[in-house]
Structure formats: C-alpha cells, structure tokens
C-alpha cells in the first residue's frame, strides 16, 4: 500500500525526550550518521523518529538506520542546502542534545508468515535507512537492494549489504561491474520480480510511485508492497 507519513510536529516539543550525540560521521556529498544514546528507546526496524534542536519547535522524520539491537541509535541524514532542520543537525557536536519524537510508522517486516518471504527493497538516497537496519538486525532474510542513486560517492555505506544482494543503480556516471547504469525504476522495469515477492519502497516519491506501477503490472498483490515517502 502506498501511503506517505504525515508531518507530526512532536506533541510539545518542551516535553519531548532528549537524546545525547554520541558522534557524527562523515559519509561525503553532504551525508552524514548522526549517533545518539538510546535512552531506553524502544522501536522496530524500519520505524523512524522526529529528530530536532531542542527550543526551535521545529523536527523533521528520519527513518532509523541503526538496529534494534544496536545499544545506540543511528540516523543517516542528507543535509539539504538552506533546509531549516538537517544543516543544524549537521552542526551537532558530541555531548549536545537533540529532542526526540517517535517512534513512528509501520514501514515494518512482515510478521507471522507460514514461510519466509523473498524481500525487494527499492531505496533512493537516504531511503536505504531503513534497510540498513532491517538487514543488520536480520542478516539472514533473503532479499535484494535496489539503491537508487546519482553517483557512486552517494552509496554511503555499500559494504553493509552483500554484494550479491545488492544492486547500486547509478543514474549519472558510468556503471562498475555488478551495477546497473541507469535508473532503479530502469532496472525494475527489465527485471520482473515473482508476484509472491514482498516489496518495499523507500526514498522519494516518483521512485515510489513509477516503481509501486511496475510492481503491480508484474502481478504482486498490492497487499504485499509497503511504501516509505521522504518528500
Ligand atoms: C517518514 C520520513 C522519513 C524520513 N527519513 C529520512 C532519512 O532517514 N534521512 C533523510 O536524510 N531524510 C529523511 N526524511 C526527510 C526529512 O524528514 C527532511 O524532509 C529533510 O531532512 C529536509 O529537512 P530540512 O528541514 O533540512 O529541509 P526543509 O526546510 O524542510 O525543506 C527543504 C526542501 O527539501 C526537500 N527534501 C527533503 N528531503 C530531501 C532529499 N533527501 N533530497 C532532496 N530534497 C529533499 C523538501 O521536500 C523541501 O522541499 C524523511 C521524511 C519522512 C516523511
């Protein structure tokens, strides 16, 4: 089902939990893993928080990139030039304090099924956090990663994912072997998938919705594609 989480200011943002920055990480072209103390937080992989400077009653969603498991808490953030809420988080220093929403959504792994599915996760940019984390909580889950990008130093974080799982799909500079020059949807659109497939799409929304088309002309019931809208 494709469906977009609705912009949810923090219920007061004077009461919201806060988080200390435990570090930020450089990953290059302006993206960054802003890593925060779990604070006893709960959530599931996939689910993501309303992250924000504390005082400025402004937060923006960011999907959690790091695993359940994990004793801290990762988000993987893209600044965007003049945007009122990534370049301050992209200025946070270690032991400063960011106020923390959530978590939020359902963009979740199936539970409950009589056999393990076969997963399609189609990501553009940023949309790969939440695969990030699925994959890191449970390594064993037989999927593929579509990652839609424009150059290769937009990966991020490649080595995270098995090679022969993994699809980098790289729309403006030439293709290495194993990728795919050209655009994810390109790539769907030459590679049907199995109709008991379960499918994820995560990142902005024409990816979303020309890949959501694809999937459904090659038969997989709506019911098993979930949808992750950034913006
Ligand atoms: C459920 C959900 C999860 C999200 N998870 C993440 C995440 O894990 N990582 C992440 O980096 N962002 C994520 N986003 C986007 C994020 O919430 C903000 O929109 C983004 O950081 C810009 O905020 P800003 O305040 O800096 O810019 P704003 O002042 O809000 O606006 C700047 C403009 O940039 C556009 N924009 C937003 N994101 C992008 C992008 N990636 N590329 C180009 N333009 C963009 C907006 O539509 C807007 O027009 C998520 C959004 C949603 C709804």
Same mark, same amino acid.
Request: net charge negative.
């Given at each position: 089902m494709i469906g977009t989480s609705r912009r949810?200011? %923090? #219920?007061?943002p004077h009461t919201n939990p806060l988080h200390t920055v435990i570090a930020t990480r450089e990953l290059g072209q302006g993206i960054f893993i802003l890593r925060l103390a779990r604070e006893g937080m709960h959530f599931r992989a996939g689910q993501w928080i309303n992250v924000g400077i504390p005082g400025t009653g402004e937060q923006r969603e960011y999907s959690i990139y790091s695993p359940p498991s994990a004793d801290h808490l990762d988000v993987l953030i893209k600044e965007i030039p003049g945007g009122e809420v990534s370049p301050a988080l992209h200025r946070c220093r270690p032991g400063e304090r960011v106020e923390i929403d959530g978590p939020h959504g359902a963009f979740t792994l199936v539970e409950g099924l009589r056999a393990a599915p076969h997963y399609l996760f189609c990501a553009s940019g940023t949309g790969v956090s939440p695969f990030h984390s699925f994959v890191a909580e449970s390594p064993a889950i037989d999927y593929v990663l579509l990652h839609g990008v424009r150059h290769h130093a937009e990966l991020m974080e490649p080595g995270a994912f098995a090679p022969s799982r993994f699809v980098p799909c790289i729309s403006r500079e030439g293709a290495q072997p194993g990728?795919?020059? %050209? #655009?994810l949807t390109t790539y769907l659109g030459e590679h049907p998938v199995d109709p008991s497939t379960y499918c994820y799409l995560c990142g902005n929304s024409d990816m979303i919705y020309e890949s959501f088309s694809l999937l459904t002309r090659f038969g997989v019931p709506r019911e098993q594609i979930f949808a992750e809208i950034y913006f």
């Amino acid at each position: 089902m494709i469906g977009t989480s609705r912009r949810t200011p %923090g #219920r007061n943002p004077h009461t919201n939990p806060l988080h200390t920055v435990i570090a930020t990480r450089e990953l290059g072209q302006g993206i960054f893993i802003l890593r925060l103390a779990r604070e006893g937080m709960h959530f599931r992989a996939g689910q993501w928080i309303n992250v924000g400077i504390p005082g400025t009653g402004e937060q923006r969603e960011y999907s959690i990139y790091s695993p359940p498991s994990a004793d801290h808490l990762d988000v993987l953030i893209k600044e965007i030039p003049g945007g009122e809420v990534s370049p301050a988080l992209h200025r946070c220093r270690p032991g400063e304090r960011v106020e923390i929403d959530g978590p939020h959504g359902a963009f979740t792994l199936v539970e409950g099924l009589r056999a393990a599915p076969h997963y399609l996760f189609c990501a553009s940019g940023t949309g790969v956090s939440p695969f990030h984390s699925f994959v890191a909580e449970s390594p064993a889950i037989d999927y593929v990663l579509l990652h839609g990008v424009r150059h290769h130093a937009e990966l991020m974080e490649p080595g995270a994912f098995a090679p022969s799982r993994f699809v980098p799909c790289i729309s403006r500079e030439g293709a290495q072997p194993g990728e795919h020059q %050209g #655009r994810l949807t390109t790539y769907l659109g030459e590679h049907p998938v199995d109709p008991s497939t379960y499918c994820y799409l995560c990142g902005n929304s024409d990816m979303i919705y020309e890949s959501f088309s694809l999937l459904t002309r090659f038969g997989v019931p709506r019911e098993q594609i979930f949808a992750e809208i950034y913006f």
